[in-house]
């Protein structure tokens, strides 16, 4: 058949009606090669379908003839179509890029399928391609009809931008379409999901320096490896750690009675702060200072009796030495006198002091006594001479006295805020301490560290400063809001205790080095200006100028002893009397 040959209804074009689609094809500017217009009498029709018969046109031979022009004018038109729906970039005159080796096979069965379906029917139910369809010479004009744009084509898989990186060299690199096919790919690899993620996130034990928010969220064998605790994902301002401290069970402290559990009435114990009228003795009897008397009260039996009473003199001090049942007293007129507390009668009296003996210290056998006459004196009990030594160095009343027994150094304090630490029996101090801005009449040693003395300091002052007398210096201070009046170190546990006065009248707990409170004690309505610890270290006994006296358990029993104490002097609970 010749190139102007006849076409019968539903038949397909003879291969000489190709050339128009090639010349389709073709570079602009280049001559038809059918330049002969056809015959009247032979003639094609194009029958258009109903709405959206671009999709389903179908070919029809009637009556109607048109000229071989018009079926290369629509050929044109369809295919400049068909041109501008195509990806971007592609070339009507470029060969089809090869599918790519990681098409799915059920994906290319689906279009074969689907392909074949269509030729049936005459209509296409998958979305077009996004590329141009194969070389209009592999298809008759019948099935370019049937297809036109949608023919199902397959774009290769989406890369990751890393995988990107690998493939073109160039990370800036844009190429869109590619200028050439796209490289094979591994067989191993499967189509997934890009790992490109809006935000990314990385705990800080992965963070990379330079890099703080790294490209995607790092994994792990077992999933995403997140620390959860990571200050990078908390939404609190809170640190970690504080919400750990704020949330953990509060460590509860040692438990303290709040409330004394015996009061004595101490009818004339006097409301003065340089005097020293309680103490506690090792035979388990407490020795107090009423006026002009001296009582005892025993710890065991709670009975109370009368040791003596001074004619025209007031009590002004009492001592118990350390082992024994002697008790040293001073009065207001400047004497120190000595009793047997067991057999209740004076042994001797001591002169020295021309005024008032404020403060009484026992080391053994040796009596030390300070006076408001500013002068301290060492005396030797055992030999007949009323004084040893005579120490000057405060230049105001002497109102504290400590001895430190195992190291054989005494501490003075003064009402000239001084506190100084005199070596053994030397007759000048062995340190000067000028800390404290008010008058030092609590004195403590440790019996914990060696050369750790305690002192605190009157209203102008209100701290506790902690002094290292081996080398001379400050250890520690704090500031305790009120007066003190008294110091004593626990002998079962590193605590100490403090009587206050101006303006909350407490007794408090320490714990060292921490100066935590441990408890904080209130009853008294007057200044806490005696204190006195019993022979076991469990119990402390306060007085005031409320004329009473309150004992309180604060203590624990020392490691390794027995409820019943270490000896027959120690305490019992079970035998104290009814309170009053």
């Known amino acids: ?224 490896n997140l620390d959860t605790r990571s200050e990078v994902y908390s939404l609190s301002p809170v640190r970690y750690g504080s919400q750990q401290l704020l949330l953990s069970p509060r460590r509860q402290p040692r438990a303290v009675s709040k409330v004394p559990y015996k009061v004595l009435d101490a009818p004339e114990l006097a409301d003065d702060f340089y005097l020293n009228l309680v103490d506690w003795g090792n035979a388990n009897v407490l020795g107090v200072g009423l006026g002009s008397s001296v009582y005892m009260w025993n710890a065991q039996t709670s009975r109370v009796n009368k040791l003596c009473t001074l004619e025209d003199d007031t009590v002004t001090s009492v001592s118990w030495i350390q082992k024994g049942t002697h008790i040293a007293i001073g009065t207001g007129k400047g004497l120190v006198q000595i009793w047997d507390a067991e057999r209740q009668r004076r042994l001797r009296t001591m002169v020295g002091h021309t005024n008032r003996v404020g403060a009484l210290a026992w080391n053994t056998h040796i009596l030390t006594s300070g006076s408001r006459d500013r002068t301290i004196y060492h005396r030797d009990v055992r030999a007949p001479d009323p004084w040893m030594r005579k120490l000057v160095g405060h230049k105001q009343e002497v109102c504290g006295l400590k ?16 506190l100084m630490v005199w070596d053994k029996l030397s007759d000048s101090p062995l340190w000067k301490f000028s800390d404290h801005t008010a008058a030092v009449k609590a004195i403590a040693w440790s019996p914990h560290q060696r050369g750790l003395l305690a002192s605190g300091g009157g209203t102008a002052d209100r701290r506790i400063i902690f002094h290292d007398t081996v080398r001379g210096t400050v250890v520690n201070e704090i500031d305790t809001g009120s007066q003190v009046c008294n110091l004593a170190w626990s002998k079962n546990s590193n605590e100490i205790v403090s009587t206050h006065g101006y303006s909350q009248n407490q007794i408090v707990v320490w714990k060292y080095p921490s100066m935590t409170q441990v408890a904080s004690l209130t009853g008294h309505t007057y200044r806490v200006l005696y204190l006195a610890m019993s022979p076991d270290g469990r119990v402390v006994v306060t007085g005031a100028g409320d004329e009473t006296l309150r004992f309180w358990n604060v203590f624990g029993k020392r490691p390794g002893m027995r409820d019943d104490g270490d000896g027959g002097g120690s305490i019992r609970l079970q035998d104290w009397g009814v309170i009053r």
């Open 403 to 418: 001895w430190n027994c195992e190291d054989g150094q005494l501490a003075s304090g003064g009402n000239d805020n001084k």
């Open 1 to 224: 058949m010749g190139v102007n040959g006849d076409v019968s209804n539903g038949a397909a074009l003879s291969p000489t009606m190709k050339r128009p689609i090639q010349e389709a094809h073709s570079p602009a500017g280049a001559s038809p090669r059918l330049s002969t217009p056809p015959p009247p009498s032979e003639r094609l029709r194009v029958e258009p379908s109903h709405a959206g018969s671009s999709r389903n046109g179908r070919l029809s031979s009637r009556s109607t003839d048109i000229g071989l022009d018009a079926v290369d004018s629509a050929l044109r038109r369809e295919i400049g179509r068909q041109h501008r729906e195509s990806t971007p970039g592609a070339s009507p005159s470029r060969k089809r890029q090869r599918i790519n080796a990681l098409f799915p096979l059920a994906l290319a069965k689906t279009s074969k399928q689907a392909s074949v379906s269509c030729m049936k029917t005459g209509r296409l139910r998958l979305h077009p391609g996004k590329r141009s369809g194969p070389p209009m010479g592999s298809f008759t004009f019948k099935e370019v009809k049937l297809f036109e744009n949608s023919i199902p084509q397959v774009s290769p898989p989406t890369m990751s931008p890393e995988h990107n990186r690998l493939s073109h060299g160039h990370a800036t690199r844009s190429h869109t379409p590619p200028n050439a096919p796209p490289p094979s790919l591994p067989s191993n690899l499967t189509p997934s999901t890009p790992h490109k993620n809006l935000f990314s996130y990385m705990s800080p034990r992965h963070n990379i320096a330079g890099h703080p928010t790294p490209s995607r969220t790092p994994q792990s064998r077992h999933g995403p």
